[in-house]
């Protein structure tokens, strides 16, 4: 997203879109991501959207999960 539409909640949007998209359509019980180490912003959009830290890939990235738990609205 362009730095100058930053903070407008687009980010946590398309994540939001595309896990219900994926939790819907699809027999999906688990989505992963990774997310440059440095990027801490990124980890906190992902957190904010019930993504749970898993650990680091390497020493360049981290890992973040969410589990579909039945009962989850959208």
Do not use: C
């Not at 362009?2 to 407008?8: A, L």
């Not at 992902?46 to 579909?68: A, N």
């Amino acid at each position: 997203i362009d730095r100058f539409e930053q903070g407008n909640g687009y980010g946590s949007k398309a994540i939001e879109l595309a896990v219900k998209l994926v939790f819907d359509n699809r027999n999906v019980k688990e989505v992963r991501t990774t997310v440059a180490k440095g990027n801490t912003h990124a980890q906190y959009v992902f957190v904010k959207s019930g993504f749970e830290h898993m650990g680091q890939l390497d020493d360049k990235e981290v890992v973040l999960h969410r589990v579909y738990k039945t009962g989850t609205r959208f």
